[in-house]
Protein backbone atom coordinates (compact mmCIF):
# COMPACT_ATOMS: atom_id res chain seq x y z
CA UNK A 1 0.00 0.00 0.00
CA UNK A 2 1.54 3.56 -0.77
CA UNK A 3 0.32 6.31 1.26
CA UNK A 4 2.17 9.46 1.26
CA UNK A 5 2.03 12.65 3.49
CA UNK A 6 2.08 16.09 2.39
CA UNK A 7 2.24 19.01 5.29
CA UNK A 8 1.18 22.35 3.71
CA UNK A 9 0.58 25.57 5.43
CA UNK A 10 -2.67 24.85 6.40
CA UNK A 11 -3.70 20.75 6.46
CA UNK A 12 -2.46 17.57 5.83
CA UNK A 13 -2.41 15.43 2.60
CA UNK A 14 -3.23 11.82 3.14
CA UNK A 15 -3.66 9.08 0.01
CA UNK A 16 -3.78 5.48 0.04
CA UNK A 17 -3.81 4.14 -2.74
CA UNK A 18 -3.50 0.59 -4.54
CA UNK A 19 0.23 -1.36 -4.05
CA UNK A 20 0.58 -1.34 -8.44
CA UNK A 21 -0.78 1.19 -11.37
CA UNK A 22 -4.26 0.04 -12.40
CA UNK A 23 -4.95 -0.30 -15.92
CA UNK A 24 -7.50 1.33 -16.90
CA UNK A 25 -10.14 0.18 -20.34
CA UNK A 26 -13.37 2.16 -21.38
CA UNK A 27 -16.23 0.95 -23.06
CA UNK A 28 -16.08 4.08 -25.27
CA UNK A 29 -13.59 1.97 -27.43
CA UNK A 30 -16.41 -0.45 -28.71
CA UNK A 31 -18.13 1.02 -31.93
CA UNK A 32 -21.93 0.94 -33.25
CA UNK A 33 -21.13 -0.79 -35.94
CA UNK A 34 -22.78 -4.16 -34.97
CA UNK A 35 -25.36 -4.65 -32.26
CA UNK A 36 -23.14 -6.37 -29.75
CA UNK A 37 -20.47 -3.96 -29.58
CA UNK A 38 -22.81 -0.99 -29.60
CA UNK A 39 -24.49 -2.82 -25.93
CA UNK A 40 -21.06 -3.08 -24.98
CA UNK A 41 -20.42 0.89 -25.79
CA UNK A 42 -23.48 2.05 -24.14
CA UNK A 43 -24.08 -0.40 -21.36
CA UNK A 44 -20.72 -2.18 -21.01
CA UNK A 45 -19.38 -0.22 -17.73
CA UNK A 46 -20.36 -2.77 -15.48
CA UNK A 47 -18.06 -5.51 -17.72
CA UNK A 48 -15.12 -3.26 -17.90
CA UNK A 49 -15.22 -2.89 -13.91
CA UNK A 50 -15.20 -6.52 -13.43
CA UNK A 51 -12.61 -7.31 -16.27
CA UNK A 52 -10.36 -4.83 -14.68
CA UNK A 53 -10.40 -5.86 -11.61
CA UNK A 54 -9.59 -9.40 -12.84
CA UNK A 55 -6.50 -8.07 -14.92
CA UNK A 56 -5.28 -6.37 -11.79
CA UNK A 57 -5.37 -9.19 -9.55
CA UNK A 58 -3.77 -11.58 -12.14
CA UNK A 59 -6.86 -13.37 -13.45
CA UNK A 60 -6.78 -12.33 -16.93
CA UNK A 61 -3.44 -12.02 -18.79
CA UNK A 62 -3.14 -7.95 -19.77
CA UNK A 63 -2.78 -6.82 -23.11
CA UNK A 64 -0.83 -4.34 -25.10
CA UNK A 65 -2.79 -3.85 -27.63
CA UNK A 66 -6.41 -2.10 -27.29
CA UNK A 67 -8.08 -4.69 -29.89
CA UNK A 68 -6.97 -8.01 -28.02
CA UNK A 69 -8.67 -5.59 -24.80
CA UNK A 70 -11.44 -5.49 -26.51
CA UNK A 71 -11.65 -8.73 -27.16
CA UNK A 72 -11.06 -10.38 -23.73
CA UNK A 73 -14.30 -7.90 -22.67
CA UNK A 74 -16.20 -9.42 -25.50
CA UNK A 75 -14.93 -13.17 -24.45
CA UNK A 76 -16.62 -12.30 -20.65
CA UNK A 77 -19.78 -10.76 -21.85
CA UNK A 78 -20.40 -13.93 -24.32
CA UNK A 79 -19.40 -16.23 -20.81
CA UNK A 80 -22.06 -14.98 -18.94
CA UNK A 81 -21.89 -11.31 -18.08
CA UNK A 82 -24.90 -10.33 -19.62
CA UNK A 83 -26.10 -6.70 -20.65
CA UNK A 84 -30.05 -5.95 -20.88
CA UNK A 85 -30.01 -3.54 -23.94
CA UNK A 86 -30.47 0.10 -23.06
CA UNK A 87 -30.30 -0.44 -19.27
CA UNK A 88 -26.94 -2.45 -18.14
CA UNK A 89 -26.84 -4.49 -15.52
CA UNK A 90 -28.88 -3.48 -12.33
CA UNK A 91 -26.50 -2.75 -9.42
CA UNK A 92 -29.18 -4.65 -6.97
CA UNK A 93 -27.97 -7.76 -9.45
CA UNK A 94 -24.76 -6.82 -10.33
CA UNK A 95 -22.91 -8.91 -7.74
CA UNK A 96 -25.10 -12.09 -8.28
CA UNK A 97 -24.49 -12.07 -11.98
CA UNK A 98 -20.36 -11.14 -10.94
CA UNK A 99 -20.34 -14.24 -8.55
CA UNK A 100 -21.87 -16.77 -10.83
CA UNK A 101 -19.34 -15.48 -14.04
CA UNK A 102 -16.39 -16.04 -11.24
CA UNK A 103 -17.78 -19.13 -10.05
CA UNK A 104 -18.42 -20.78 -13.38
CA UNK A 105 -14.64 -19.99 -14.96
CA UNK A 106 -13.13 -21.34 -11.26
CA UNK A 107 -12.20 -17.68 -10.48
CA UNK A 108 -11.54 -16.97 -6.79
CA UNK A 109 -12.66 -12.95 -6.36
CA UNK A 110 -15.81 -12.78 -5.18
CA UNK A 111 -17.83 -9.20 -5.00
CA UNK A 112 -19.64 -8.53 -2.15
CA UNK A 113 -23.02 -6.50 -1.62
CA UNK A 114 -20.82 -4.21 0.48
CA UNK A 115 -22.64 -0.45 1.48
CA UNK A 116 -24.13 2.04 -0.11
CA UNK A 117 -22.77 6.05 -0.19
CA UNK A 118 -24.72 6.87 2.80
CA UNK A 119 -22.98 9.34 5.40
CA UNK A 120 -20.72 8.64 7.47
CA UNK A 121 -18.11 10.03 5.42
CA UNK A 122 -15.01 9.12 7.88
CA UNK A 123 -16.31 5.66 7.95
CA UNK A 124 -16.64 4.98 5.03
CA UNK A 125 -13.43 6.43 3.58
CA UNK A 126 -12.02 3.94 5.97
CA UNK A 127 -13.78 1.07 4.73
CA UNK A 128 -12.70 1.69 1.56
CA UNK A 129 -9.24 1.80 2.66
CA UNK A 130 -9.30 -1.23 4.73
CA UNK A 131 -9.79 -2.74 1.17
CA UNK A 132 -7.39 -0.67 -0.76
CA UNK A 133 -4.89 -1.90 2.10
CA UNK A 134 -5.59 -5.60 1.12
CA UNK A 135 -4.47 -4.47 -2.33
CA UNK A 136 -8.17 -4.97 -3.61
CA UNK A 137 -9.84 -2.04 -6.67
CA UNK A 138 -13.65 -1.19 -5.02
CA UNK A 139 -15.83 -1.43 -7.83
CA UNK A 140 -18.29 1.45 -7.32
CA UNK A 141 -21.80 2.68 -8.75
CA UNK A 142 -23.65 5.40 -8.97
CA UNK A 143 -26.57 4.10 -9.55
CA UNK A 144 -29.74 5.23 -11.85
CA UNK A 145 -31.59 8.58 -11.13
CA UNK A 146 -35.19 8.44 -9.82
CA UNK A 147 -36.43 9.93 -13.32
CA UNK A 148 -38.34 13.18 -13.95
CA UNK A 149 -38.06 14.11 -10.89
CA UNK A 150 -34.07 14.05 -10.41
CA UNK A 151 -32.60 13.80 -14.07
CA UNK A 152 -30.39 16.40 -13.98
CA UNK A 153 -28.46 15.45 -10.67
CA UNK A 154 -24.76 14.17 -11.35
CA UNK A 155 -21.46 13.38 -9.41
CA UNK A 156 -19.07 16.34 -10.38
CA UNK A 157 -15.37 15.09 -11.77
CA UNK A 158 -12.58 16.22 -11.14
CA UNK A 159 -8.62 15.63 -12.14
CA UNK A 160 -6.12 13.70 -10.51
CA UNK A 161 -5.10 16.96 -9.59
CA UNK A 162 -8.61 17.84 -7.72
CA UNK A 163 -9.19 20.70 -10.89
CA UNK A 164 -12.41 20.73 -12.23
CA UNK A 165 -13.42 19.47 -14.98
CA UNK A 166 -16.24 19.09 -17.36
CA UNK A 167 -16.66 15.73 -16.88
CA UNK A 168 -19.84 14.11 -14.75
CA UNK A 169 -21.26 10.88 -13.98
CA UNK A 170 -24.61 9.18 -13.50
CA UNK A 171 -25.94 5.57 -13.45
CA UNK A 172 -21.95 4.22 -14.03
CA UNK A 173 -19.89 1.63 -12.65
CA UNK A 174 -16.50 2.43 -11.97
CA UNK A 175 -13.60 1.59 -9.60
CA UNK A 176 -11.71 2.84 -6.63
CA UNK A 177 -8.03 3.10 -6.79
CA UNK A 178 -7.23 5.79 -4.33
CA UNK A 179 -8.42 7.79 -1.19
CA UNK A 180 -7.29 11.30 -0.84
CA UNK A 181 -8.04 12.98 2.45
CA UNK A 182 -7.03 16.80 2.05
CA UNK A 183 -7.52 18.95 5.20
CA UNK A 184 -11.25 18.04 5.78
CA UNK A 185 -12.37 16.87 2.17
CA UNK A 186 -12.27 13.47 1.23
CA UNK A 187 -11.37 12.50 -2.52
CA UNK A 188 -12.13 9.56 -3.73
CA UNK A 189 -10.01 8.31 -6.90
CA UNK A 190 -11.26 6.12 -9.53
CA UNK A 191 -10.92 4.77 -12.70
CA UNK A 192 -13.57 5.12 -15.76
CA UNK A 193 -13.68 5.81 -19.41
CA UNK A 194 -9.78 4.99 -19.56
CA UNK A 195 -8.62 7.51 -17.22
CA UNK A 196 -8.19 8.23 -13.53
CA UNK A 197 -10.91 11.00 -11.94
CA UNK A 198 -11.30 12.39 -8.36
CA UNK A 199 -15.09 12.82 -6.87
CA UNK A 200 -15.50 14.61 -3.89
CA UNK A 201 -17.06 11.78 -1.52
CA UNK A 202 -19.68 13.93 0.07
CA UNK A 203 -20.87 14.51 -3.71
CA UNK A 204 -21.62 10.90 -3.97
CA UNK A 205 -23.88 10.63 -1.11
CA UNK A 206 -25.94 13.74 -2.16
CA UNK A 207 -25.85 11.65 -5.38
CA UNK A 208 -26.93 8.59 -3.47
CA UNK A 209 -29.96 10.49 -2.11
CA UNK A 210 -31.35 11.14 -5.91
CA UNK A 211 -30.83 7.28 -7.29
CA UNK A 212 -33.22 4.37 -6.44
CA UNK A 213 -32.75 3.02 -3.03
CA UNK A 214 -29.59 1.76 -2.34
CA UNK A 215 -28.27 1.82 -6.48
CA UNK A 216 -25.22 3.52 -5.35
CA UNK A 217 -23.04 1.87 -3.80
CA UNK A 218 -19.21 0.48 -2.96
CA UNK A 219 -19.37 -3.32 -3.45
CA UNK A 220 -17.03 -5.88 -1.59
CA UNK A 221 -14.34 -6.98 -2.77
CA UNK A 222 -12.65 -10.03 -1.56
CA UNK A 223 -10.79 -13.59 -3.07
CA UNK A 224 -12.09 -17.19 -1.38
CA UNK A 225 -9.39 -19.52 -0.45
CA UNK A 226 -7.64 -21.93 -2.72
CA UNK A 227 -5.26 -22.61 -5.51
CA UNK A 228 -5.56 -19.41 -7.43
CA UNK A 229 -6.83 -20.12 -11.22
CA UNK A 230 -6.71 -18.32 -14.62
CA UNK A 231 -9.37 -19.44 -16.17
CA UNK A 232 -11.64 -16.04 -16.53
Known sequence: MKEKDDLGSKALHKEKSLKNKYSAGSQMWFSEENAFDKNLRRSGCGVIALHDLAVYKGYIKPTKEREDYMEQVRKMKRGG????????IAP????????????RHGVRLRVGWGHTARNQLRKKAADIKALLDKDYPVIFTAGPRIPFLFKDKVIPMYSQDLKPTKQTVKSHYMTVVGVVEDGDEIWIKAASWGYIYCMKLKDMVSYSKYAYPLTTRFYNIYEKKGRKSHGC
Open 81 to 88: MYIVPGLG
Open 92 to 103: YYYPLLCDLYLI
